[in-house]
């Protein structure tokens, strides 16, 4: 039996040290194929190109570039380059957090979250840091973790959300924590006259709570957050069912047909 494929993928580019260095340790775990934007595709969520074609350049052995999103290039990897299905989808090192609510935005999320659609297990690693200070611990971590996630699997329809801080000192299994903008947007004027605008400018503030990722990160330790793709909220389900009836339909009635002359 040949080894375990795994696919890795990013939203930092294709050249980014995080992806470079994740790849190269889970080497030791599996088969890695790469396949990544050609560019930076922060915050681009889960869009997928639908409006146009897609470009795929082999750059060296199983890596490959895609001008296209992170979702572009793990669906394409999955349905179109790979010449089987991966065992596992591993998203990152991203650089800079993915933290609470930013995992809506989150190319290297939503790169995991295609994998997950697809039925594949998968995970995204970001590194809290941004200047790549503790990469080598997030990478050492994502090969360890990958390696756990191969032996005893995850449950369905489920991707996890890792965030490694600069130095770890233990890891902690957490909920999402809740993330607000002290200025959302930010008015300014370009030379010309005319108004421009910065969206989620400003320091980030975060609701407090012991079992949060954002909690965890503060306290050095690796979160780990399970991230489910039924966003149904059933309670909310349950009470909004009184509405059904609040509403109204008439019927239309049929056209009669004239006689013909």
Same mark, same amino acid.
């Given at each position: #039996? ?19 260095? /994740? ?5 030791? &775990?599996?088969? &890695?194929? !790469?396949?990544?934007?050609? @560019?930076? @595709? ?9 409006? @146009? *074609? +897609? ?10 570039? %895609? ?8 669906? +394409?990897? %999955?349905?179109?380059? /790979? *010449?089987? @299905? ?12 993915? +933290? ?8 290297? &999320?939503?790169?995991? #979250? ?23 611990a997030a990478v050492r971590f994502g090969?360890? /973790?990958?390696?756990? #996630? +191969? ?13 490694? *801080?600069?130095?770890?000192?233990? !890891?902690? !299994?957490?909920k999402l924590g809740r993330r607000t903008?002290?200025?959302?947007? &930010? ?11 910065? %969206? ?16 965890? %990160? ?44």
């Amino acid at each position: #039996m040949g080894r375990l494929v795994i696919l890795v993928s990013n939203d930092d580019g294709i050249h980014a040290p995080g992806l470079v260095g /994740l790849a190269e340790a889970l080497e030791a &775990v599996g088969t &890695v194929y !790469v396949v990544a934007p050609d @560019r930076e @595709r922060s915050t681009v969520g889960h869009a997928l190109t639908l409006h @146009r *074609p +897609l470009r795929v350049d082999q750059i060296a052995a199983r890596r490959y570039r %895609i001008n296209g999103t992170p979702s572009d290039c793990v669906n +394409l990897g %999955i349905l179109g380059i /790979l *010449p089987s @299905r991966p065992s596992l989808v591993v998203a990152g090192v991203n650089n800079g957090g993915n +933290l609470g609510d930013d995992v809506t935005y989150s190319g290297t &999320v939503s790169a995991a #979250m295609e994998g997950t659609l697809l039925g594949i297990p998968s995970v995204a690693i970001s590194l809290v840091s941004d200047d790549g200070a503790g990469l080598q611990a997030a990478v050492r971590f994502g090969a360890a /973790l990958a390696s756990l #996630m +191969l032996s005893k699997g995850i449950p369905k329809d489920t991707l996890l959300n890792v965030n490694v *801080p600069t130095e770890p000192t233990g !890891v902690k !299994v957490t909920k999402l924590g809740r993330r607000t903008y002290s200025e959302k947007v &930010v008015e300014e004027t370009d030379p010309r006259g005319k108004r421009y605008y910065w %969206i989620g400018a400003g320091p980030p503030l975060w609701e407090a709570g012991e079992e949060t990722d954002f909690a965890a %990160i503060q306290k050095g330790l690796i979160s780990i957050t399970p991230l489910h793709l039924d966003l149904t909220n059933y309670q909310a389900l349950e009470a909004l069912r009184g509405w059904e009836s609040r509403f109204s339909f008439r019927r239309r009635r049929p056209r009669s047909r004239r006689a013909s002359p």
